[in-house]
Structures are given as structure tokens and as C-alpha cells.
């Protein structure tokens, strides 16, 4: 199992980027993933997540508060790759950000939600540097 996670950088507020995390190992249908993020000094926080899609076709989303209507994540299966479309980006998001898999697959929710306590496996982090 492996997750890389992509498509950070440096944007200027009120700019987009588009994360990526690619998955090998197995297939994305069949699991939550999640995109979790972590600011110098700050504690984990969960960002966003998509249950499994194995019996729907888009799965159920999940934001954080602060991500509502800024942020999209959704799965592009052909590619095996969960996307983060992060839109109107703030200083404040910045942070590095990781994306998780789900220990159990073909569960209808995010196990654990907001928390990771239900992700066990973990891609490296890419950065995400928003200045004003």
C-alpha cells in the first residue's frame, strides 16, 4: 500500500491548487480517504474526506469547517487518485498536507471523522504555502 501526495506549492491568497494522491497497492474505490493537514506549532486537523465508492458512484464527502465551500475532494478512479481541488486559498491553510487510507475498506463514511483514528496507512506530506 502507498500513497504519494502532490501538487503543493507556493500561491498567492485568494489562489487554487489541485493536491493529488496517487494510490498503488490497492484500489480507491474500495476505501475512505482523507487529506489532513498539520501547521508548524499547530495540531493535526482533518481537512477533508470521501468514504468508499465501491457501491456508490461519489461516496460521501466530508469537510472541515473551515474548508466548506472552498474545497473539493472527490476520486478519479481511472487513475486511482484522490484529488483536493482547494479553491480561495488563505494564509491560514497553510500547512503540509497528507493524504490517509482507511484500515477497513467499503465502509460508507470516514471512520473516525474528523479524526484520523480510523486511517492507517499514510502518504508523505506536500507542502502548501499560501501568502497574503
Known amino acids: 500500500v502507498q500513497l504519494q501526495a502532490s501538487g503543493g506549492g507556493l500561491v498567492q491568497s485568494g489562489g487554487s491548487l489541485r493536491l493529488s494522491c496517487a494510490a498503488s497497492?490497492?484500489?480507491?474505490?474500495?476505501?475512505?480517504i482523507g487529506w489532513f493537514r498539520q501547521a508548524p506549532g499547530k495540531e493535526p486537523e482533518g481537512v477533508s474526506c470521501?468514504?468508499?465508492?465501491?457501491?456508490?458512484?461519489?461516496?460521501?464527502?466530508y469537510y472541515a469547517e473551515s474548508a466548506k465551500g472552498r474545497f473539493t475532494i472527490f476520486k478519479d478512479k481511472d487513475k486511482n487518485t484522490v484529488f483536493l481541488q482547494m479553491n480561495s486559498l488563505k494564509p491560514e491553510d497553510t500547512a503540509t498536507y497528507y493524504c490517509?487510507?482507511?484500515?477497513?475498506?467499503?465502509?460508507?463514511?470516514?471512520?473516525?471523522?474528523?479524526?484520523?483514528?480510523?486511517?492507517?496507512?499514510w502518504g508523505k506530506g506536500t507542502q502548501v504555502t499560501v501568502s497574503s
Open positions: 490517509a487510507r482507511a484500515v477497513f475498506g467499503s465502509t460508507p463514511s470516514c471512520p473516525g471523522w474528523p479524526g484520523s483514528s480510523g486511517m492507517g496507512y
Open positions: 470521501i468514504s468508499s465508492t465501491r457501491y456508490t458512484n461519489y461516496g460521501n464527502t
Open positions: 497497492g490497492f484500489n480507491v474505490d474500495y476505501y475512505a
